[in-house]
């Protein structure tokens, strides 16, 4: 290897690998240019689609230390790294190859794990991440509501149990007549039993 345009690209591609969140590795042989175009389109705004040379994507893989692409790279090969959600690009894949089935998912790699072909299937079964934070956010906020009304409503009986001692007080009293202090209640308790 050594080429300079050679060593450019591995660098490139070892850089794509170490920066991506996921990896997705396909042979696209059958697929028009304008077929791969819409394919580009369909997996996302976070992925993006290459065509890689094999020799050259197997060195960079190794320097980047990824391992998931061992043994698979033959034919015309194709890679969608991912730098988001992998489940919207996952989603993409899956959905184009069901169309187009000249596509085949081959293997990938999600934040160093190896996946097989299934396990990508599966991933693009999941829904996208901000689907299930939106789920989990309406849970949560479900939960803290229940949880404020499951409070509030034993303070709620103890103010209006204090209100009503209040009222029976005032209206107790007799008008006019101030409310006898504490200490003042208890001598006169004290002395009505004396007498």
């Known amino acids: 290897m050594a080429r300079p345009d050679k060593a450019a690209a591995v660098a490139e591609l070892s850089e794509r690998f170490r920066s991506s969140t996921a990896g997705v590795l396909t042979e696209y042989r059958g697929l028009t240019v304008a077929q791969l175009k819409e394919l580009r389109r369909a997996l996302g705004e976070h992925a993006t689609y290459t065509v890689v040379k094999n020799t050259l994507t197997a060195i960079a893989a190794k320097e980047a230390g990824v391992d998931a692409f061992d043994g698979q790279l033959s034919g015309p090969t194709a890679i969608a790294f991912v730098t988001g959600d992998p489940v919207e690009a996952a989603k993409g ?26 396990a990508i299937t599966s991933l693009a079964d999941l829904e996208s991440r901000e689907v299930l934070l939106a789920k989990l956010a309406g849970a949560m906020k479900a939960s803290l509501t229940n949880a404020a009304y499951l409070f509030a409503a034993p303070l709620s009986q103890a103010a209006r149990a204090v209100d009503a001692l209040r009222v029976k007080r005032e209206t107790e009293t007799p008008a006019g007549q101030p409310e006898a202090a504490p200490e003042q209640a208890e001598q006169a308790g004290a002395e009505t039993t004396e007498g």
């Open 93 to 118: 894949l899956r959905d184009f190859a069901r169309a187009n089935p000249q596509l085949v998912i081959k293997a990938g790699y999600l934040e160093g794990r190896t996946l097989d072909a299934a």
